[in-house]
């Protein structure tokens, strides 16, 4: 522009100064005359003269001599003009010579416009801006095919370019490229070579294309000043020598869930009992992280991001499909992008899902891994009747201890003793079989405590029982589950029964049971002695061996006659009979310790 202004001025003072000459061209009759006389050697000294007196006579009107003079010369001069072709001074060949060419020139100039109206104009701008941006054709045309203006940093970019004329064999196309980050920092300018497409058309523009693996040190190195690790990556392409616009693409992180955590709050009839929870899942390895929920439990899973994606349109079929129906989003904030999500549900049946974010340029994670929650339901108790051990014989008198206990994973809310025996009115001799039975419960705990016991003394005397008679012992249990106004159903234990026999009856077995005591007390006695006899001919380890089994069969013994024992005092056996058994309970007693 600085060249071409000052040009065009030069121009247009040029042709002003032309025309004005052309349009002030008005000679007088002298210089024609002079003119002539020039063209006319014969017409010398007369003619400028004759027609100077004839055009000015009066001014050579007086004295008379003078005006003869120059009538004698204008005379002189008309004489010499005969046969004179005066109009040979103007001749049009010239001009019209000048008009021919220049009609040439426009007509010529007309039809190179019409027929290349482009080019005509590029030349006129180059004559008049030279150092301006309008250039000649270029031999070769390349094209970007570039459409991504948003790209995910952890793919390749595929870069594409078309060449159209100017395409020959074994042509090289490149792209060149650099990293920029959001405070303007940029990397050093790096190129890649292209490769040809195989198989395209010869008349289509050959197409030429490139997976662009970005470096991650590149990035690194564009993000190091940056203040919002914003990037992006700026390609042009170049063939020959034409060169495409530099493009510019945003490169973006994949939207990512950084941490996945699952928070529990114990369902209403566990409070107390368990404790909330958390469990992170994103710590977990393998393809499926999991976790373990009581049913009936609020459950949140929490899903904090790499950055905030979009949510007004969020729902938890697009982020998390395998949730329940009833499954509910919930956001920390207002506005309509949010880094931080939580799902939240009431624990069911076990769920799986995956989870799918989508940011505001459409990027979606590529993660595949499974969440799973798994169901845990609410187990039954177990209840225990820990004594009576088994069933026993018993006198109508006897005082049965009766310890029992329950366990629950979460809670037992009640534990109670039940008896079964017959319905019997006082002075009624049937026999137990053929009478109606009634079923009372006698004790009861209540509570809610992972492990409940109860402890009641059975005092059969309450009860007009007569010999055959059968009470039958039962613990029921109950847990704490209760949900949607269901209950589990009480367990019970296994029964033990307590059979009712006349004092001489108890008085056998008492016996019988004290006789098989003194017999193991005379064998232990006599393997002792044996033992003492070989004690020099065995070897210690083994002699220390036989002693400790022996050991061992005495305590057992002691055991069963400590127990007897027991067995008098609940029973409440009569003094007439109970002093013979005690003494040979203390006979049994003395036999064990002397062995």
């Given at each position: 522009?600085a060249?071409?202004?000052?040009?065009?001025?030069?121009?247009?003072?040029?042709?002003?100064r032309?025309?004005?000459r052309?349009?002030?061209?008005?000679p007088?009759?002298?210089?024609?005359?002079?003119?002539?006389?020039r063209?006319?050697?014969?017409?010398?000294?007369?003619?400028?003269?004759?027609?100077?007196?004839?055009t000015?006579?009066?001014?050579y009107?007086?004295?008379?001599?003078?005006h003869?003079l120059?009538?004698?010369?204008?005379?002189?001069?008309?004489?010499k003009?005969?046969?004179?072709?005066?109009?040979?001074?103007?001749?049009?060949?010239?001009?019209?010579?000048?008009?021919?060419?220049m009609?040439?020139?426009?007509?010529?100039?007309?039809?190179?416009?019409?027929?290349?109206?482009?080019?005509?104009?590029?030349?006129?701008?180059?004559?008049?801006a030279?150092?301006?941006?309008?250039?000649?054709?270029k031999?070769?045309d390349?094209?970007?095919?570039l459409?991504?203006?948003?790209?995910?940093?952890?793919?390749p970019?595929?870069?594409?370019?078309?060449?159209?004329?100017g395409?020959?064999?074994?042509?090289?196309v490149?792209?060149?490229y650099?990293?920029?980050?959001?405070?303007?920092?940029?990397?050093?300018?790096?190129?890649?070579?292209?490769?040809?497409?195989?198989?395209?058309?010869?008349?289509a523009?050959?197409?030429?294309?490139?997976?662009?693996?970005?470096?991650?040190?590149?990035?690194?190195?564009?993000?190091?000043?940056?203040?919002?690790g914003?990037?992006?990556?700026?390609?042009?392409?170049?063939a020959g020598?034409?060169?495409?616009?530099?493009q510019?693409?945003?490169?973006?992180?994949?939207?990512?869930?950084?941490?996945?955590?699952?928070?529990t709050?114990?369902?209403?009839?566990?409070?107390?009992?368990?404790?909330?929870?958390?469990?992170?899942?994103?710590?977990?390895?393998?393809?499926?992280?999991?976790?373990?929920?009581?049913?009936?439990s609020?459950?949140?899973?929490?899903?904090?991001?790499?950055?905030?994606?979009?949510?007004?349109?969020l729902?938890?079929?697009?982020?998390?499909?395998?949730?329940p129906?009833?499954?509910?989003?919930?956001?920390?904030?207002?506005?309509?992008?949010?880094?931080?999500?939580?799902?939240?549900?009431?624990?069911?049946?076990?769920?799986?899902?995956?989870?799918?974010?989508?940011?505001a340029?459409?990027?979606?994670?590529?993660?595949?891994?499974?969440?799973?929650?798994e169901?845990?339901?609410?187990?039954?108790?177990?209840?225990?009747l820990?004594a009576?051990?088994?069933?026993?014989?018993?006198?109508?008198?006897?005082v049965v201890?009766?310890?029992?206990m329950?366990?629950?994973d979460i809670?037992?809310?009640?534990?109670?003793?039940?008896?079964?025996?017959?319905?019997?009115?006082?002075?009624?001799?049937?026999p137990?079989?053929?009478l109606?039975?009634?079923?009372e419960?006698?004790?009861?705990?209540?509570?809610?405590?992972?492990?409940?016991?109860?402890?009641?003394?059975?005092?059969?005397?309450?009860?007009?029982?007569?010999?055959?008679?059968?009470?039958?012992?039962?613990?029921?249990?109950r847990?704490?589950?209760?949900?949607?106004?269901?209950?589990?159903?009480?367990v019970?234990?296994?029964?033990?029964?307590?059979?009712?026999?006349?004092?001489?009856?108890?008085?056998?077995?008492?016996?019988?049971?004290?006789?098989?005591?003194?017999?193991?007390?005379?064998?232990?006695?006599?393997?002792?002695?044996t033992?003492?006899?070989q004690?020099?001919?065995?070897?210690?380890?083994?002699?220390?061996e036989?002693?400790?089994?022996?050991?061992q069969?005495?305590?057992r013994?002691?055991?069963?006659?400590?127990?007897?024992?027991?067995?008098f005092?609940?029973?409440?056996?009569?003094?007439?009979?109970?002093?013979?058994?005690?003494?040979?309970?203390?006979?049994a007693?003395?036999?064990?310790?002397?062995a």
């Open positions: 522009l060249i071409a202004l000052p040009a065009a001025v030069v121009l247009v003072f040029w042709l002003v032309r025309m004005a052309a349009a002030g061209f008005s007088d009759l002298a210089t024609l005359a002079l003119r002539a006389e063209a006319f050697p014969h017409l010398t000294g007369a003619l400028a003269s004759g027609v100077e007196f004839a000015h006579a009066a001014d009107a007086n004295p008379a001599h003078t003869a120059a009538q004698a010369s204008v005379a002189d001069a008309e004489s003009l005969e046969g004179v072709a005066i109009g040979r001074l103007v001749s049009p060949a010239r001009t019209v010579r000048s008009v021919a060419k009609s040439v020139i426009v007509l010529l100039a007309a039809g190179i416009i019409f027929a290349a109206p482009a080019q005509s104009a590029l030349a006129l701008q180059r004559w008049f030279p150092l301006g941006a309008a250039a000649w054709p031999r070769t390349v094209q970007s095919e459409r991504a203006t948003v790209w995910p940093t952890d793919a970019l595929p870069l594409a370019a078309a060449v159209g004329h395409y020959h064999e074994q042509m090289r490149e792209a060149h650099r990293i920029v980050a959001d405070d303007g920092a940029a990397t050093r300018w790096s190129r890649v070579l292209m490769n040809e497409h195989a198989g395209q058309s010869a008349v523009p050959a197409r030429f294309e490139r997976l662009l693996d970005i470096p991650e040190t590149l990035l690194l190195a564009a993000t190091a000043s940056a203040t919002t914003d990037r992006s990556i700026e390609v042009y392409f170049t020598d034409d060169r495409t616009e530099t510019t693409v945003r490169l973006i992180d994949r939207p990512s869930a950084r941490t996945v955590e699952i928070y709050q114990p369902p209403a009839y566990a409070r107390g009992l368990v404790r909330p929870e958390q469990v992170s899942l994103h710590d977990q390895p393998g393809q499926i992280a999991a976790a373990t929920v009581l049913v009936g609020p459950v949140r899973l929490v899903l904090r991001l790499n950055k905030p994606i979009p949510t007004s349109e729902d938890v079929e697009t982020l998390a499909p395998g949730l129906a009833d499954a509910v989003i919930e956001l920390e904030g207002a506005g309509p992008n949010h880094a931080t999500l939580a799902v939240a549900w009431t624990m069911r049946d076990t769920v799986q899902t995956s989870i799918v974010l989508t940011d340029h459409g990027l979606t994670n590529l993660s595949d891994r499974q969440y799973r929650v169901a845990t339901r609410d187990k039954l108790p177990t209840v225990t820990l009576p051990e088994a069933d026993e014989s018993v006198l109508a008198t006897a201890p009766v310890d029992a329950a366990q629950d809670g037992v809310a009640a534990l109670s003793l039940e008896s079964d025996r017959p319905q019997r009115a006082e002075g009624d001799d049937l137990g079989d053929n109606p039975r009634t079923i419960t006698l004790d009861e705990q209540v509570g809610r405590q992972p492990r409940m016991t109860l402890d009641h003394a059975l005092d059969l005397s309450a009860y007009p029982l007569r010999p055959g008679d059968k009470v039958v012992l039962t613990d029921i249990a847990d704490v589950y209760r949900l949607d106004d269901k209950r589990s159903e009480p019970r234990s296994n029964p033990r029964t307590l059979r009712n026999i006349d004092e001489s009856s108890f008085v056998g077995l008492i016996r019988t049971e004290l006789a098989g005591v003194r017999q193991q007390a005379d064998r232990i006695e006599s393997q002792q002695q033992l003492r006899e004690a020099d001919e065995l070897d210690p380890a083994k002699a220390a036989h002693q400790q089994r022996l050991s069969r005495i305590e013994q002691a055991e069963q006659v400590q127990q007897l024992g027991e067995r005092e609940l029973n409440r056996l009569s003094q007439d009979r109970a002093g013979p058994l005690n003494d040979m309970l203390r006979q007693e003395q036999l064990l310790d002397q």
